[in-house]
């Protein structure tokens, strides 16, 4: 059954439908949320409110349509708005704080970025801080190409944005990240 139908069935009260649905998506929601948060715990909470404004928000969804962009976008925003109430300034780079899963930031697999991860810790550990240090849009765009693998036309979609304008962003971001790593500014 496609993520589609299940959040039909889900707004016409089927809670078994959204067991499904949950199933299908809270992992992917969870991996970009701790890629955003860069704190396992905090990237929970905020999947868990997501949760709650899709739950609320479920007879605005528009019947038939892939409810994953929609999903993502809900995500993305109730991040922001997290993100705004803790008025911490940047995000976290508490080492406790860092992802379960390694940051694939060169593309190459994730076995074997997990592996060099295990060998230099501290390279992940710049990696990552450097990645915090993006603007917001560049930082979403880098996540969801790179850390997620979403295609352009996807990463877009859950952005809110063009396909170029997502171009644009990510490489941006790559760039700056290219020159935090190498010890310059932003």
Not at 12 to 29: H, I, Q, T
Not at 106 to 120: H, I, L, M, P, Q
Not at 133 to 158: C, D, N, W, Y
Request: a positive charge; glycine letters at 6%.
């Amino acid at each position: 059954m496609t993520a589609a139908e299940l959040m039909t069935r889900y707004c016409d009260g089927d809670a078994d439908a959204f067991r499904e649905l949950y199933r299908e998506v809270a992992p992917r929601l969870l991996a970009y949320l701790t890629g955003m948060t860069r704190s396992r715990a905090v990237a929970e909470d905020v999947l868990q409110a997501t949760f709650l404004k899709v739950h609320r928000a479920r007879g605005a969804y528009v019947r038939g349509a892939d409810p994953v962009p929609w999903l993502y976008a809900i995500a993305h925003r109730t991040f922001i708005d997290d993100w705004r109430r803790r008025s911490r300034g940047p995000i976290p780079t508490d080492d406790r704080a860092m992802p379960e899963a390694a940051a694939v930031l060169n593309g190459e697999a994730a076995v074997d970025a997990a592996e060099r991860t295990e060998a230099d810790p501290e390279r992940t550990r710049a990696a990552l801080h450097a990645l915090a240090q993006l603007p917001a849009a560049q930082r979403q765009a880098v996540v969801l190409t790179k850390l997620e693998g979403k295609s352009v036309a996807e990463a877009a979609a859950i952005a809110g944005t063009t396909p170029g304008a997502l171009k644009v962003r990510a490489h941006r971001g790559y760039e700056a990240l290219r020159r935090l790593l190498r010890g310059g500014a932003v």
